[in-house]
């Protein structure tokens, strides 16, 4: 992520006061997108939602507004900025987290602005009702969407955001086709009380709270990884180093925050001295992402460990030269090497970045002198102390390696997503049963990860590329057997086995036949399955339940 970007989308903003103004006004000169319209980038900010009941208590639903809608969006193909980024926005601008927009002129700041679109809204209540109005301001021509507005009982909250979500993805990109009760059923088994917790824990000022907030979410829901993720981040800002260890350890390896909650386990186990631990974390998130922040601190933990860590300064100095502290530590690396002469060159290239580093100076001069960084100072078990957090070292004279304590993967997103977008290109170069496929494969692979609204996606985009493809068809049925869409599930299975018979779509059939007491025709699903593969587990599983209610499967 560039900040300048972000930084520029809320100035816009706060000068504009968009929301501030009345209905009439803010949807004046308004431009509906059309399939036929150029569609701008996909980088988009969701701002907190303004609370128009006269319910203080309902104030956290501001923050969870965008908690809901970045999620959902990002799974529909689009780039939303998150919370930490905006408030580190907010923060450069000398804006506080809980500013409020006011009336200004947006024009001024318009032909500066590099973003594509800032989504805006209110809710209300009108007795048990809860009314939400979004719209889209979509930047390069300032000019507002008409609102997409929602109603429900307030029971039913989360369905309403994630209706929303999806009535926001069609006006973003009409050619967006997946169904809106994919966005529903995305957050089916997440719990009001849940989210609320969760989404106080984020704004809470005082730690204590903050945490009572996260334990209370994870306690409700201890799958909720978000929750999870915030809550070791909060053990670890309050230095309970053991606790955020081991709950940062509790996300999925493949989750999307995994890489953010193993970056602070890895720091977490740093400060313990648990070297080993903190590197083995790095490396984890290394693989992935190799960032300077990141390569960099799996070479300082492997450091510690006694272990030449050159490779990793030189790969962090590689990748970021303009660091004084990758160059500090290269130069440190160096030294134990006796490579005086390199060591002299990085420690010199620190200076030039960072004129006024006391401690880069004194380690020159000591290199000057002819001396040699001595091997590092270690403590009983053989690691080496954390000066910050721990005893200090039992040699002062030795430097001590410099660790990064913050990671940005915003700008890695954004690389992706271009990555992403630029392998699409690639893949339209395909004849269309080869596109098919691979977006089906792609299609199965977020599905089998429960990730069921970026499934359709790529199952839509496969029939897309051609329209009669049996594997995304049946792909298609299993996401709408999942969202509880019994008549589009049968169609669709029905479609995918009239183009090829597959053992997919025979099975969400046999599925939906047993669940509407049809034995007979479950069996015959069943037995259609088993021909097409007699050793499928799931077939024979369900074989096994026919039979179980004296149906045979032939």
């Known amino acids: 992520m560039h900040f300048r970007r972000l930084i520029l989308v809320l100035a816009i903003f706060f000068c504009s006061g968009l929301m501030a103004q009345s209905p009439a006004q803010s949807t004046e000169g308004a ?34 507004v965008p908690e809901v809608l970045n999620r959902r969006l990002a799974s529909a193909g689009f780039l939303p900025i998150s919370r930490d980024d905006r408030l580190y926005a907010l923060d450069h601008l000398g804006l506080p987290a809980s500013f409020q927009p006011s009336r200004a002129s947006a024009i001024r700041l318009a032909e500066t602005l590099d973003a594509d679109y800032i989504i805006v809204g209110s809710f209300s209540t009108v007795g048990s009702r809860f009314q939400i109005k979004a719209q889209v301001l979509r930047v390069d021509a300032l000019h507002l969407s008409a609102p997409i507005q929602e109603e429900a009982d307030i029971s039913h909250l989360l369905d309403l955001l994630n209706s929303l979500a999806w009535g926001l993805a069609k006006q973003l990109d009409p050619r967006f086709a997946v169904a809106r009760n994919t966005f529903v059923a995305a957050g089916a088994g997440l719990r009001i009380d849940t989210l609320e917790n969760y989404v106080r824990g984020l704004v809470e000022p005082d730690p204590a709270e903050q945490i009572r907030h996260l334990k209370e979410a994870v306690r409700l829901d201890p799958g909720f990884s978000p929750a999870l993720l915030a809550l070791g981040k909060a053990y670890f800002t309050n230095q309970q180093f053991e606790l955020a260890a081991t709950t940062l350890g509790r996300l999925p390896l493949n989750d999307f925050g995994a890489r953010e909650a193993d970056f602070d386990r890895g720091l977490a186990y740093f ?23 990141v390569v960099n601190n799996q070479g300082v933990a492997a450091s510690r460990r006694g272990l030449d860590a050159t490779s990793f300064f030189q790969q962090a100095v590689a990748a970021d030269p303009n660091d004084p502290d990758y160059q500090f530590n290269l130069a440190l690396a160096l030294s134990r090497k006796k490579d005086v002469a390199g060591a002299l060159r990085a420690v010199g290239q620190t200076l030039k970045l960072h004129p006024q580093d006391t401690e880069a100076q004194a380690f020159q001069a000591t290199l000057h002198a002819g001396g040699q ?67 089906s494969q792609a299609g199965m692979r977020f599905f089998n990860q429960g990730l069921i609204l970026e499934a359709e996606r790529e199952f839509q985009a496969a029939l897309q590329a051609e329209a009669g493809n049996a594997d995304a068809h049946a792909g298609l049925a299993l996401v709408r057997e999942r969202g509880g869409d019994v008549k589009d599930a049968r169609l669709e299975a029905d479609e995918s086995l009239k183009t090829q018979p597959n053992v997919t779509a025979y099975l969400v059939l046999g ?13 015959a699903d069943v037995s259609g399955a088993l021909k097409l593969e007699p050793q499928n587990a799931t077939a024979r599983a369900l074989r096994q339940q026919i039979e179980s209610k004296g149906q045979a499967v032939p």
């Open 31 to 64: 431009a509906t997108a059309s399939s036929s319209t150029a569609l701008p980038g996909r980088l988009l900010l969701v701002l907190p939602f303004d609370n128009h009941t006269d319910q203080p208590n309902l104030d956290w639903i501001s923050e969870a």
């Open 271 to 293: 400060y313990l001295g648990s070297y080993i631990k903190a590197e083995d974390a790095f490396a984890f998130v290394s693989k992935q992402l190799p960032l300077p922040e």
């Open 373 to 439: 960084h001595a091997a590092p100072a270690t403590g009983p078990t053989g690691n080496r102390v954390n000066a910050a957090f721990a005893p200090a070292a039992t040699d002062d004279s030795v430097p001590l390696e410099r660790i990064k304590r913050t990671f940005n993967e915003a700008s890695f997103r954004q690389a992706a997503f271009e990555m992403e977008q630029m392998q699409e290109q690639q893949l339209a170069s395909l004849p269309a049963p080869k596109q098919a496929d691979a977006l």
């Open 511 to 523: 599925r939906l036949d047993l669940q509407a007491n049809q034995k007979p025709e479950a069996a």
